[in-house]
Structure formats: C-alpha cells, structure tokens
C-alpha cells in the first residue's frame, strides 16, 4: 500500500511560480518512478512530467516542457514539481502518482494517486 498527499498548490498570477510537493510513505519510494498528472473541469487527466527512480531521467509534456521542472529526493520520500512562467491554461488539480518502477505517461499504468492539490493561475 503506498500513501501519496501532494501541498503547494494556491493561486498565482500568470508568469508566476509554484512548487509542488508530493510525500510517499508505505512503500520503497527510491525503487520507483513517480509521475505528475493534471485534470482540468471537463476534461481527461493529463500527463505533465515523470522522474525515474534513482533521478536521472526525466520526462516532460510538450505543454510544459522548459517551464516545469521535476526532481526526487529519496532521502526525504518526496517528489517536487517546480512550475515557473505559469499560464492561465496550467489551472487545473495536480495530481502525484506512481506506475511501479517503469516510466510512463499513462494515467491507466498508475496504480496509487494522491488527493490532488489545487493551482489556478490569474490572467
């Protein structure tokens, strides 16, 4: 059973930044990719970056790719979402997840999820 609770999510204006953090516990968090996904009101979870387990590799949506930037620290269990030049079009519920130990952008692939935390972005 894996326990994953996302914070750092709140209002901003456009060209802002936020960090997001996602906390695990109840597994061997450093054995496996975490993933950040999104869900705007009426429309389908999306996928906006991964890390692999040990760091190095990285993966990015188009949408955000050069504006978002993810990391790991496996000492603390936590993943981050580091989102600068936001845009109105970044609102949504974030939401932090983990497929296992293989990467990969498929919401349907993540077994755990968190409770989403909230970022809205002001034009």
């Known amino acids: 059973q894996v326990q994953l609770v996302e914070s750092g999510g709140g209002l901003v204006q456009a060209g802002g930044s936020l960090r997001l953090s996602c906390a695990a516990s109840?597994?061997?968090?450093?054995?496996?990719?975490m993933g950040w996904f999104r869900q705007a009101p009426g429309k389908e979870r999306e996928f906006v970056a991964a890390?692999?387990?040990?760091?190095?590799?990285?993966y990015y949506a188009d949408s955000v790719r050069g504006r978002f930037t993810i990391s790991r620290d496996n000492a603390k269990n936590t993943v981050y979402l580091q989102m600068n030049s936001l845009k109105p079009e970044d609102t949504a519920v974030y939401y932090c997840g983990t497929p296992g130990p293989i990467a990969t952008m498929d919401p349907l692939k993540y077994d755990y999820w968190g409770q989403g935390t909230q970022v809205t972005v002001s034009s």
């Open positions: 890390i692999s387990w040990g760091g190095g590799y990285q």
């Open positions: 109840g597994r061997t968090f450093s054995s496996y990719t």
